[in-house]
C-alpha cells in the first residue's frame, strides 16, 4: 500500500513571496490533516478535512494561509504572502473514516520543508 | 484543552541501556494515546497506541501503559540499540471537540556504541 505523498521535499523562498504544498493521502482515506512542526516542536493541526469539506481550521492563518481538497483525494496547502516565522515543516496526514478506535491510526507523508529568508 | 507534557531531551544512552521517556497528558473526554518516532531525514510513523485505561501498546520492543489516575502513557524499552536514536513524540487523540492529534515536544533520543 502506498504511503501519503507530499511534494516538494524541500522549499526556499523569500519573504512575502507565495509557495504551495501539495499532499496525496492514501487511497481510500477520507479524513486529511496538515501540521506545521516548528523546528524543536511538535506538529500542530492546521487543517483538517473530511472528505472534501473543512471539519477543523481554527488554529488556520487564514489572513495568509489557504487550503483546499476539492474532489476529496489530493490536497493543496498555500502561504500568501509568506513570513519568516513560517519556517517550518509541513506535515500531511491522513486517516480512514469512521470513529472506532481501530482507524485512530493517521499516517504521516515526509513533509515538505520551508524555509523563509 | 488538551495538551502533552514530554521530559526535554536529549537523552543519551549507551547500547543496551534502560529506556524511560515520561509523558503526561490533560485531556477533555477519554483520550486515545500514541507514541509517535520521527528517525533522521523521515516521516513521523506510529510506534504503539492504547485506546483505554491500563491498555499496554507495545512494538518493536518499546513498551507504554495507559495510566488513567496518573494520565501518564511514559514510553519503555529494556536495551535500546544505536537504531533507536530518533526524535519520539507522545500524542493524544479525544472524541470531542477537534478529533486531530495533540503532539507533546518531543524528546531526541540518541544511543552511543
Known amino acids: 500500500e502506498a504511503g501519503v505523498a507530499q511534494s516538494p521535499r524541500y522549499k526556499i523562498i523569500e519573504k512575502r513571496q507565495s509557495v504551495a504544498f501539495w499532499c496525496n493521502p492514501i487511497?481510500?482515506?477520507?479524513?486529511l490533516y496538515w501540521y506545521q512542526q516548528i523546528l524543536g516542536q511538535g506538529p500542530k493541526l492546521l487543517i483538517q478535512?473530511?472528505?472534501?469539506?473543512?471539519?477543523?481550521d481554527s488554529q488556520l492563518p487564514k489572513d495568509r494561509f489557504s487550503a483546499e481538497r476539492l474532489k476529496g483525494v489530493d490536497s493543496t496547502l498555500k502561504i500568501q504572502p509568506a513570513k519568516l516565522e513560517d519556517s517550518a515543516v509541513y506535515l500531511c496526514?491522513?486517516?480512514?473514516?469512521?470513529?472506532?478506535?481501530?482507524?485512530?491510526?493517521?499516517?504521516f507523508g515526509p513533509g515538505t520543508r520551508l524555509t523563509v529568508l | 484543552g488538551n495538551s502533552v507534557t514530554q521530559m526535554e531531551g536529549p537523552v543519551t544512552l549507551s547500547e543496551e541501556a534502560f529506556l524511560t521517556i515520561n509523558c503526561t497528558y490533560t485531556a477533555t473526554g477519554y483520550p486515545s494515546l500514541f507514541w509517535y518516532v520521527q528517525y533522521p531525514g523521515e516521516g513521523l510513523q506510529l510506534l504503539l497506541k492504547?485506546?483505554?485505561?491500563?491498555d499496554k501498546g507495545s512494538n518493536k520492543g518499546f513498551e507504554a501503559t495507559y495510566r488513567k489516575e496518573t494520565t501518564s502513557f511514559h514510553l519503555e524499552k529494556g536495551s535500546v540499540q544505536v537504531s533507536d536514536s530518533a526524535v519520539y513524540f507522545c500524542?493524544?487523540?479525544?472524541?470531542?471537540?477537534?478529533?486531530?492529534?495533540?503532539f507533546g515536544s518531543g524528546t531526541r533520543l540518541q544511543v552511543q556504541p
Open positions: 496526514a491522513s486517516r480512514s473514516a469512521g470513529t472506532q478506535t481501530s482507524t485512530d491510526t493517521q499516517y
Open positions: 500524542a493524544l487523540r479525544t472524541y470531542t471537540g477537534r478529533r486531530a492529534l495533540t
Open positions: 487511497s481510500g482515506h477520507a479524513t
Open positions: 492504547a485506546t483505554k485505561a491500563d
Open positions: 478535512f473530511q472528505n472534501n469539506g473543512v471539519v477543523d
